[in-house]
């Protein structure tokens, strides 16, 4: 029939025109950055060849099959056959696949458990250490060996291995880098690590890929990678010019909220690990837009800082002297430009 | 206490203002015209009470074509506000919701009772049966659907729609980041359908393994039959899952308790573990019947037996079987051990074997066949190639280190359309045109049908094609905008373009619909497509007893043979038998609407009223334990005029229908 013919072609063009736009362009997946998003990539585009691969055999034996046995005037007195099947037939398709997951197997866990480690050929460099915190709708990086922060954007020497110890003050993130290599989550009261290299220095875009909220879409950062000389040059600027955050300010930053870069010549380690189970919540459920319309029960959170029962956070509160952090905040802080109605 | 009546509707938006006139509107004119026309003694007695198995067939199909057009019209609202980078048609509150109700009510409100509603229909048609086992519960398991997808598409002129994603993944979906209660819907609605549908589950284990007719052995049945079988088997085993998990969420959201928050030692990952040992056999209960569905309409109009039919059985059952093994590869970047994400990858890989070996058997089924392309027909050989872009692509997926990169991107979202629309949704249009003369006495039209189908396959590989790539290039799903520096303007364009074209499609259906019904030849005889399974072989449309005598089986396709060996019995008068029936009742419906107040009243967290409310529930337990009705029976003479008025006609037009 004419009409099956003509899905499959237009089917088939569709592919070729969109596969081979996506071969010369330059999808940020397939121009690797770093070591560890090369060797996903080299797994990618295996798979990419296998099923590829299956898909035109298929394909082709589909539109053989249908071209063939289609009902024609002249066939109209052709009865098929009675054929229930044939057993070695049906043991050949099975043993196919079987072959295709072996050879994709193979490389698949290789690469799982390759990626997990510290890259081939950086083993002898040290990594360095950075705390990624998530929070709703930003990212903070702490460099606890430098003690310094840094909000919304992060520098990375190029050519070393950069160890990310991710974890979250409220909801789940995701962090990906996708020049550098896979993503992976953020959880509160949780740690999750993340190995990651740039070959040369160079700018990349971060960002979250696991929705929560409202400020989801906005929830980006940029990588910078330098020249471990640049990037010193960089950590010495910060300690010498960047202001040092307050608690309160710090508490203000968790709050729901949207906001440009910053940079502390301190880290908030001090004051909370957020991925130590025990740590305090800094939730804030009035803060949050409730939809449009019926506010639900809020419930008291008795592990939150905000009730001061006399433990070390709330000492430190109280010490601190800069209340009135409000001038520091220059960007807006409410609860996501969208809650206006 | 006083009622803020702006916060209890949802105020502030022309579209929802729009749409909440319009539902009133449409109520009140639904309701003056069955006054008017004095239908609405026909409509309690015929439907709304009914417990005849074809009739709660096509409510549930009813419901799942009015539902895919909200949801739908929600997949367009998205397509339209990422047309281009930075629109601003719909706000990040606004995508959310939509997302958010769109794979809601696609899922569970859309491929679950058309599926359900074509079993239904369909299967004691195709054992032989003259009902489910158990009427009233079925019954049952269609009101309390249909009370749980009424409460939850109300969320959004009432209250609020839920936001975090069909997932609700906490600590999201608690009260510390959620504090509205659309959230409450979700868990409210899903509770109440959920409940529907493990009954229905229940229901068709027992139906398949006790109504058979005489000689139809488990491996005489129809292929339709078997994943049907299997399906409610998945349902029996992973709802509970999905009920516990809800219940959760529910003591979460409006008693503070913390099995899932971050604060009180709760675990926020717990919830996704349970959602995905329910959510990923979820998948296999909807593609499954499909399946099913594809084997019986390939076979008949390639005019030949299903090829390789034991290896098909044992596909399905390994299918099932994996399909529970394999829930973590949606969190492989959750920082499980290499050794987790090594096991997860090759359990799911191992999917693709018995998938593959269905394929090639349908494949076989049609070599040597004579292939006759109805509408019914095109949408079975379109779910070919498509599903395998999805299936390849699902192999990628399920590699664990290749995942890192196209996790939660558009890839994962073009991935689970082409498995979900060729898988689900092509089978149940095709199953639609196969037995809608079967259900009505009249064909859809075929012509409109093409129409239907060639906008709508087009549009749809339109829409979802470039999402591979725009997910290859770093967008991500669920961004209610993105910034033009991205580049990926151009992509998102097309995609919404053809989103459009999908939407003409789906258009068409509508308007064949209409117009069959108007227009259609009436005069079909009970077998148009020169069909082979027992469904066939009675009255079309089919007599409310089903089969005057039950017939009796020998081989698989019976009724083929049977046509082939001559060896239909003509109807003879000391054969038949008074045929006894199960009697309408009112209290399925009432469990309903009891349902669906009570749940009302707790989304709104007044839980003292919504206790009140279910005490509704108990009386509904109690009218049915002391219900004696032991229901009725159909007389000989009646049942021999029936018989008589159809069997006259019984050959004309089987030829000449189908061009
Ligand atoms: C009819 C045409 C359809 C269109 C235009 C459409 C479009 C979309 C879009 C644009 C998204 C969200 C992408 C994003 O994350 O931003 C989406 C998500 C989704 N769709 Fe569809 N879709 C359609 C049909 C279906 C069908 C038939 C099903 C299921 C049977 C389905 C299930 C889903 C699910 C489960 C999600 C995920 C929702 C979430 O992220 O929570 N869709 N769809
Ligand atoms: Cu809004
Ligand atoms: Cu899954």
Not at chain 1, 108 to 119: F, G
Request: glycine share 8%.
């Amino acid at each position: 029939m004419k009409k099956s013919k003509l899905l499959l072609v237009s089917l088939t063009s569709i592919m070729a025109v969109l596969l081979l736009s996506g071969c010369e362009n330059n999808m940020v997946v397939f121009n690797p950055q770093g070591p560890i998003a090369r060797q996903i990539l080299e797994l990618i585009n295996f798979s990419i060849a296998l099923m590829l691969l299956v898909t035109i055999v298929v394909f082709g034996l589909f539109a053989f099959i249908v071209w063939k046995y289609r009902e024609r005037k002249d066939n109209m007195s052709y009865e098929p056959p009675e054929e229930h099947g044939s057993t070695v037939l049906e043991i050949i398709w099975t043993v196919i696949p079987i072959l295709i997951i072996v050879a994709l197997t193979i490389p698949t866990v290789k690469t799982i458990y390759a990626i997990d480690e510290i890259p081939q050929g950086y083993e002898d460099k040290e990594p360095l250490v950075i705390n990624v915190t998530s929070a709703d709708w930003k990212w903070i990086f702490s460099y606890p060996e430098q003690g310094i922060e840094t909000i919304n954007y992060v520098n990375i020497p190029e050519d070393r291995p950069i160890d990310f110890r991710l974890t979250s003050a409220g909801t789940m993130q995701s962090f990906w880098i996708p020049a550098l290599g896979g993503q992976k989550y953020s959880m509160a009261k949780a740690e999750t690590q993340l190995y990651l290299v740039a070959d040369n220095p160079g700018s990349y875009v971060g960002r979250n890929t696991n929705f929560n909220g409202q400020g989801y879409a906005g929830m980006e950062f940029e990588v910078l990678s330098q020249t471990q000389k640049e990037f010193d040059e960089w950590v010495k600027e910060v300690k010498e010019t960047a202001p040092k955050m307050t608690l309160s300010e710090y508490e203000k930053m968790l709050e729901p909220s949207h906001f440009g870069r910053k940079t502390f010549s301190n880290t908030h380690l001090e004051w909370v690990d957020h991925s130590d189970p025990h740590s305090k919540n800094y939730t804030n459920p009035e803060m949050y837009d409730r939809g449009h319309g019926w506010p639900g029960k809020i419930f008291e959170d008795k592990d939150n800082y905000k009730n001061k029962d006399g433990n070390t956070v709330n000492t430190k509160h109280d010490n601190s002297e800069d209340m009135n952090h409000n001038e520091s905040e220059t960007d807006d802080s409410h609860g996501g430009e969208h809650s206006g109605h | 206490m006083g009622i803020k009546w702006d916060e209890f509707f949802v105020t502030g938006d022309p579209l929802i203002f729009a749409s909440q006139i319009g539902i009133a509107l449409t109520m009140i004119g639904a309701l003056a015209a069955l006054t008017y026309f004095k239908k609405w003694n026909y409509l309690w007695t015929e439907w709304l009470t009914t417990v005849d198995h074809k009739k709660i067939g096509i409510m549930y199909i009813l419901m799942g074509v009015l539902m895919f057009v909200r949801g739908g019209i929600d997949g367009l609202m998205m397509k339209g506000q990422t047309a281009v980078p930075e629109n601003e048609f719909l706000n990040a509150q606004h995508y959310n919701e939509v997302f958010t109700t769109h794979g809601v009510i696609m899922i569970l409100f859309v491929a679950m009772p058309l599926l359900i509603g074509l079993m239904n229909f369909v299967i004691p048609l195709q054992i032989g049966a003259r009902d489910v086992a158990f009427p009233q519960l079925n019954a049952l398991s269609f009101w309390l659907t249909f009370s749980g997808a009424m409460l939850f598409n109300i969320s959004f002129i009432i209250g609020g729609s839920p936001d975090a994603g069909w997932t609700s993944y906490f600590p999201l979906a608690g009260k510390e980041f959620s504090p509205g209660i659309g959230n409450n819907f979700y868990a409210v609605a899903l509770q109440i359908a959920g409940a529907g549908t493990l009954m229905t589950g229940i229901n068709f284990v027992v139906t398949v393994l006790k109504m058979r007719t005489k000689g139809m052995t488990l491996m005489k049945m129809p292929m339709f039959t078997w994943t049907s079988f299997i399906t409610s088997i998945i349902i029996v085993a992973s709802f509970p899952i999905f009920t516990v998990a809800l219940a959760l969420m529910t003591f979460d959201r409006t008693f503070g308790t913390h099995f899932f928050t971050i604060s009180g030692g709760g675990m926020d990952m717990l919830w996704a573990n349970l959602f995905w040992l329910w959510g990923h056999p979820e998948v296999y209960i909807v593609v499954l019947p499909a399946f099913g569905m594809l084997s019986d309409i390939i076979s008949t109009f390639a005019r030949k037996t299903l090829y390789g039919y034991k290896s098909m059985v044992i596909s399905i059952v390994m299918i099932s079987v994996l399909s529970m093994l394999v829930w973590v590869h949606h969190f492989f970047t959750m920082g499980n051990s290499a050794g987790v994400n090594s096991f997860f990858s090759i359990t799911t890989m191992a999917i693709a074997i018995p998938t593959g070996v269905k394929v090639f058997n349908w494949l076989f089924t049609m070599r040597k066949g004579r292939i006759k392309f109805t509408t019914a027909m095109l949408w079975s050989l379109a779910f070919v190639p498509n599903f395998v872009i999805g299936g390849v692509t699902g192999v990628m997926l399920a590699m664990a280190a290749a995942d890192y990169q196209y996790h939660n991107t558009l890839f994962l979202v073009a991935h689970f359309h082409y498995v979900l629309i060729p898988g689900v949704v092509f089978p149940i249009f095709a199953g639609l045109y196969f037995w809608w003369p079967k259900m009505f006495g009249y064909m859809l039209n075929e012509r409109i049908g093409k129409w239907h189908f060639w906008l709508f396959v087009i549009g749809f590989n339109v829409t979802f094609m470039p999402m591979f790539f725009l997910g290859l290039d770093g967008a991500v799903r669920r961004a209610y905008t993105y910034s033009a520096e991205t580049g990926f303007g151009p992509l998102m364009m097309i995609s919404a373009v053809g989103s459009v074209i999908l939407a003409a499609g789906f258009a068409a259906l509508v308007y064949n619909i209409y117009w069959s019904a108007r227009h259609a030849d009436r005069n079909i005889g009970n077998d148009p497509w020169d069909a082979r399974t027992l469904e066939w072989a009675t009255a079309t449309p089919v007599q409310h007893y089903n089969f005057a005598s039950l017939p009796d089986v020998s081989k698989i396709d019976a009724f083929w043979h049977m046509k082939k060996n001559n060896e239909i019995q003509p109807l003879t008068e000391d054969e038949i038998e008074e045929i006894h029936l199960p009697s309408n009742t009112w209290i399925p419906i009432y469990m309903g609407v009891i349902f669906g107040i009570s749940g009302f009243l707790l989304v709104f967290e007044w839980t003292i009223a919504a206790a009140i409310a279910a005490l509704g529930i108990f009386a509904g337990l109690a009218f049915r334990s002391f219900d004696y009705d032991e229901g009725f029976h159909v007389h000989k003479d009646e049942i021999l005029e029936t018989e008589r008025k159809w069997r006259k006609g019984a050959n004309k037009g089987v030829k000449n229908h189908v061009s």
